[in-house]
Every structure is written in structure tokens, then in C-alpha cells.
């Protein structure tokens, strides 16, 4: 099974701030890496497809990058709806594997 | 409008069996591939099972032989029958489309059935 593993666990900041998650696979998934946003009491939601691929109707703010093993989320400027715990996942191969979550809080 | 809707949630024994619905509008369970996911109380996201519109079925080994995925085309809809339930599987479950358009990514959620597995 693929291991994905998130970093940082947790993370405070404050609106406005450009804010960098960071997710591993334990073995090349080449860009098959996607990222979910969940917010308390509710489902998942697709941010980024694809590694780099914005979803449709998710604000600009948000971008993906990377690519193998190495990935990154970046939120370029807080705004107070995006605190919330954030998760990669991959679909290289089954199991799907999601990473432990990273959870963003207001500083 | 496309969406998933989960039920057949609730407070359940150990050892018992429960089976989880999940119905689908605007679009074909058979024709997508078709996941579940769940969430214990406080925790991350575990991938629990996967039927390809092919028919095709994977499981997680946590639910190896106890649960079993199938759908209902007639019916669109999928579903989870757990079986031998534990204190672990205590969890929201939930139901997610992936799709081939997305780098298969989980691109529709339903809204999750609770599931309590406890005496």
C-alpha cells in the first residue's frame, strides 16, 4: 500500500497569511494526488485534481503543485472560510490512501 | 443536481450487521466507480471499499471479509452490508463517486450515515 504523509499535522495562522501544506507518497503516484477540504460535520470537497488542477467553483487562491512523490498546497492569502483540516489523497493504485489530515486554525 | 445520499446508519452491537445505502441523482452508479469512506469520531479519512463500473471490487484490510460492496442499477444505488461489526468501525461513513475525467479523484460525496457499534 501507498502511505501518504501530511505535514504539518496542525497549523495556526491568520487571514491574509500564504499558507503551505505539504504531502509524500512512499513511492512515486506521478500526479495521480488530490487534495479535500473539510470543514466540521461535513463531507469532504474536492479542491485540486490532478496534482495542479483547480475544481470548478474553488477560489483561485488555492494551487497545487508538485509532482512523483512531492506535493504542495498553497492557500495564497487566508480568508476565514478556508480554516479547516485538509487531506491529500492517492489514486495511483488501490487501496486509495489519504494522508492523516492537516488542520488549519485561526492564530 | 447531482448528488449522493447515504442511509442505513445507526447504533448497531458488536458482532452485529447493518447495510448502508447509498442513492445516487443525475447521474449512473454503474456507469462511475463507485467508493466508500469513513471517519472514525475525531479522525482522518480511511478508504473502506471500491466497485469499477465494470464490476470489479476492492477492500481495505481492516474490512476484508466482513463487508461486502454491490449495487442496484435498477435502483441506482449502492450499497455497503457490514457484517461481524466491532467498536472500530464506529465511524461516518460515506460515499463517493470517482471519476476518470479527474485523475480519479473523489469528486462527489454524499453527506454521511453515522454508524455506533457498541453494547
Known amino acids: 500500500d501507498i502511505q501518504m504523509t501530511q505535514s504539518p499535522s496542525s497549523l495556526s495562522a491568520s487571514g491574509g497569511d500564504r499558507v503551505t501544506i505539504t504531502c509524500r507518497a512512499s513511492?512515486?503516484?506521478?500526479?495521480?494526488l488530490h487534495w479535500y477540504q473539510q470543514k466540521p460535520g461535513k463531507a469532504p470537497k474536492l479542491l485540486i485534481y490532478?496534482?495542479?488542477n483547480l475544481q470548478s467553483g474553488v477560489p483561485s487562491r488555492f494551487s497545487g503543485s508538485g509532482s512523483g512523490t512531492d506535493f504542495t498546497l498553497t492557500i495564497s492569502s487566508l480568508q476565514p472560510e478556508d480554516f479547516a483540516t485538509y487531506y491529500c489523497?492517492?489514486?495511483?493504485?488501490?487501496?486509495?490512501?489519504f494522508g492523516q489530515g492537516t488542520k488549519l486554525e485561526i492564530k | 443536481e447531482v448528488q449522493l445520499v447515504e442511509s442505513g446508519g445507526g447504533l448497531i452491537q458488536p458482532g452485529g450487521s447493518l447495510r448502508l445505502s447509498c442513492a445516487a441523482s443525475?447521474?449512473?452508479?454503474?456507469?462511475?466507480?463507485m467508493n466508500w469512506v469513513r471517519q472514525a469520531p475525531g479522525k482522518g479519512l480511511e478508504w473502506v471499499s471500491v466497485m469499477y463500473s465494470d464490476g470489479t471490487i476492492y477492500y481495505g484490510d481492516s474490512v476484508e471479509g466482513r463487508f461486502t460492496i454491490s449495487r442496484d442499477n435498477s435502483k441506482n444505488k449502492l450499497y455497503l452490508q457490514m457484517n461481524s461489526l466491532r467498536a472500530e468501525d464506529t465511524a461516518v461513513y460515506y460515499c463517493?463517486?470517482?471519476?476518470?475525467?479527474?485523475?480519479?479523484?473523489?469528486?462527489?460525496w454524499g453527506q454521511g450515515t453515522m454508524v455506533t457499534v457498541s453494547s
Open positions: 489523497q492517492q489514486s495511483y493504485s488501490t487501496p486509495r490512501t
Open positions: 490532478g496534482a495542479t
Open positions: 463517493a463517486s470517482e471519476t476518470s475525467r479527474r485523475d480519479n479523484a473523489f469528486d462527489i
Open positions: 443525475a447521474f449512473s452508479v454503474s456507469r462511475n466507480y
Open positions: 513511492q512515486s503516484i506521478s500526479r495521480y
